[in-house]
């Protein structure tokens, strides 16, 4: 499906393989439960709009040729006609995410660790726990409402803020990898590096005392997401830093291939 050299992209969607796709993207946020997934396809007759659904399931691997390529797995939430009169848009949230938003927890909790709350209800949604931070605290009581896990997750994290004076503006909850997490710690794996002439296309600093986040452009990185760390080496502006990324997007046309990651503070939310 990809027309750059040393790209490999193929997907799936229902029970048809995607041969052309203009435009790729995927994109992971630190604080938000679901990724996100848009292919922008090819419908000169305009018959493709009427056979695609929403809940329809997409798969799409892409990577490097002869490297070991990243999945992402995504289900049809939106179906629109394209900028373009003869494309249609599909948006798509992550698969793998979904049970954090899908499965509602009805329960009530008295004097429970929010940690303990977090892993019984990720038992409930089926999902397999990673790392639980624990604040320290013990809550006397939380009523869970018919609410979805990452609603849980801020309603508790709110409750300690406010009750022991925690900033928990870097504990978000998130399916990694490996599992669950909850906290202010990062998702495990390598750091890549992004040097000025080696990776580091563009960068947008993080503007000391600033809310707005800083950017980096590189070349295609696979399967990277955010809460990993990654390394700038920016010589023009003699910045070197090790930041936690906050949100990934990965982009594809048929002559290019992208990653913007942008860093920064995690801002109170509470």
């Known amino acids: ?28 946020e630190r604080h ?7 292919m922008q396809l090819p419908d000169p007759d305009g018959s493709l709009i009427n056979n695609i659904s929403r809940g329809m399931e997409a798969s799409i691997t892409f990577g490097y040729r002869g490297q070991t390529p990243a999945t992402w797995r995504g289900q049809v939430h939106e179906v629109t006609r394209g900028m373009a009169r003869d494309q249609v848009d599909v948006r798509m949230q992550g698969l ?8 509602l927890i009805t329960e ?16 409930q949604c089926g999902v397999s726990v990673a790392t ?10 939380v009523v869970a409402s018919s609410i979805p896990l990452w609603k849980l997750a801020e309603q508790v994290a709110h409750t300690v803020q406010k009750a022991s004076g925690q900033d928990m503006s870097a504990w978000p909850l998130w399916l990694g990898a490996d599992g669950l997490h909850w906290g202010d710690h990062d998702e495990p794996g390598d750091v890549p590096v992004l040097e000025t002439g080696k990776g580091l296309i563009t960068h947008n600093p993080l503007q000391d005392g600033g809310r707005s986040w800083g950017e980096v452009e590189t070349f295609l990185l696979p399967g990277f997401a955010h809460s990993r760390r990654f390394r700038i080496v920016d010589s023009w502006r003699s910045i070197q830093a090790q930041p936690r990324a906050l949100r990934v997007t990965h982009e594809v046309t048929p002559d290019k291939a992208r990653t913007w990651i942008r860093y920064g503070v995690e801002h109170e939310r509470y």
Do not use: F, H, K
Request: proline share 9%.
């Open 1 to 28: 499906m990809s027309a750059i050299a040393g790209i490999n992209i193929s997907a799936t969607l229902g029970g048809l393989r995607v041969d052309r796709c203009p435009r790729l993207t995927i994109e992971s």
């Open 32 to 38: 938000r439960p679901l990724s996100l997934g848009q």
């Open 96 to 103: 793998a995410e979904w049970p954090l938003a899908s499965t």
């Open 108 to 123: 009530t909790w008295m004097d429970e660790t929010p940690e303990a709350i977090l892993r019984w209800a990720a038992g």
């Open 132 to 141: 639980l931070d624990s604040p320290g605290i013990t809550i006397p009581r």
